[in-house]
């Protein structure tokens, strides 16, 4: 068994900000109250610490199996738990594309390899995301499948969207579209504006998202299904999940940080560690996406971690791939702008990073601190000053645009099952640098 001693508890789902000590016992929690009495093997003093319910990503790209020089399961994992989260789900854009149960149980098993990170895989809604045929959705469930997406390439057919809702919800699973018209986004790079005017490359207009948006959800709406819209980042497509959500569609959403912290802008120097689809939109388009954070339009941050090599992203901005790594960078960054700014309170924080992906993905287990719920946890240094240097990353990805922030915050501490996985050798969060 391991104690964690008088950390600050915040779990809003049990009602809880308060100095106590949490109780484990194997993969379950004990017990959480003030000053346990309990014969241990291990007691972590968090004293001056947060702890929180074990931190879910929704979109993560684990890249494996097929794509290994970018990422593999065991250096994603390794970069999740470094960066506080205790559970990843792993979008299909893999060779072979995750779309059959062979393909789902072998990432479960080379998970299971790791023995980090718990990994949820997220299986295509199409036959190799290509479309036109969906897949056997009740089997890939009972293989282990969380969710359904085909990811960068959204299901463009109505009625296979539809017959995917419909299927999904009666699997009771879900399914998470990347909104884009591909017709209105053709080859496009970054958003359309005046920064790809200055830069003479083709863009992406926020209309090709809010028309998508629009779509699912009027097929949300017909057919009383759940829908889950991916990294949102125009004012247009917040405005409509709001009404959406305000007329009782079943609509979620999620926002990653680099479309809350940086605008169309950052692109100046024509930097692709920039270049990422949805693209980093207007000022006013982020002011939009941040006060839908604030309000609870948006119900969750997920990374988007999308890894590349160098060589790759040093082919310049129009042949350069879309995509940044986010893992390792996401918890101090919400923590320094949006917790520490005031913009949204640690209680938000864990809905948004924790308690609101376990409800969408049906983790009744997860994204609580209570007595028989996984002991998943992950510890908080909230005053613990960072550098983001992406050459110290655990991920093979070394492509985001926050090299050299200096940021507050950081999580010290990832415990998985019961288990110490952060930080590698077992030291103590006292013990941080």
Request: hydrophobic letters at 45%; one cysteine or more.
């Amino acid at each position: 068994m391991i104690i964690l001693r008088g950390g600050r508890v915040v779990c809003p789902s049990e009602g809880l900000d308060d100095l106590l000590d949490v109780l484990l016992d194997g993969e379950r929690i004990a017990a959480v109250g003030l000053s346990i009495d309990a014969a241990v093997a291990r007691t972590v003093d968090c004293r001056g610490l947060v702890i929180v319910p074990g931190l879910i990503d929704m979109h993560v790209h684990l890249r494996e199996p097929g794509y290994e020089a970018k990422e593999t399961i065991r250096t994603g994992v390794r970069a999740a738990v470094r960066g506080g989260f205790t559970t990843v789900c792993a979008m299909p854009n893999t060779q072979p594309v995750n779309d059959r149960r062979e393909t789902t149980e072998w990432i479960l098993a080379e998970a299971r390899r790791s023995g980090l990170a718990n990994v949820l895989p997220i299986a295509a809604v199409t036959r190799g995301s290509a479309g036109e045929h969906l897949v056997d959705i009740r089997d890939l469930v009972a293989a282990g499948a969380i969710a359904f997406s085909d990811d960068g390439r959204p299901v463009e057919s109505d009625p296979i969207m539809r017959r995917a809702l419909e299927e999904a919800e009666a699997a009771g699973s879900l399914v998470i579209d990347h909104c884009e018209v591909r017709s209105l986004a053709a080859n496009g790079v970054v958003n359309a504006g005046p920064v790809a005017a200055r830069l003479g490359v083709p863009g992406i207009p926020p209309a090709a998202e809010d028309i998508m948006v629009a779509r699912d959800i009027a097929l949300a709406r017909e057919t009383g299904t759940r829908v889950h819209i991916a990294h949102v980042s125009t004012a247009g497509a917040t405005a409509a999940i709001a009404a959406a959500r305000r007329a009782g569609v079943r609509v979620s959403a999620e926002a990653t940080p680099h479309h809350l912290l940086l605008t169309e802008g950052s692109l100046a120097s024509g930097d692709s560690d920039h270049k990422m689809n949805p693209p980093l939109r207007s000022a006013s388009d982020v002011a939009a996406l941040v006060e839908a954070l604030r309000t609870g339009v948006v119900d969750v941050i997920a990374t988007d971690h999308a890894p590349h090599t160098a060589a790759e992203k040093a082919r310049g901005l129009l042949d350069a791939p879309f995509g940044i790594v986010g893992l390792e960078t996401a918890v101090s960054l919400v923590l320094d702008r949006f917790v520490a700014a005031g913009i949204i309170s640690l209680g938000r924080f864990v809905d948004l990073l924790s308690a609101n992906p376990a409800r969408l993905l049906g983790l009744a287990r997860k994204g609580r601190i209570a007595v028989g719920a996984d002991a998943d946890l992950t510890v908080l240094d909230p005053d613990l000053p960072v550098t983001v240097d992406k050459d110290r990353f655990e991920s093979k990805g070394r492509n985001t645009p926050f090299h050299g922030w200096t940021l507050r915050g950081a999580p010290v501490m990832t415990i998985v099952g019961g288990r110490i996985v952060y930080p590698f050798d077992g030291g103590d969060p006292a013990e941080r640098p």
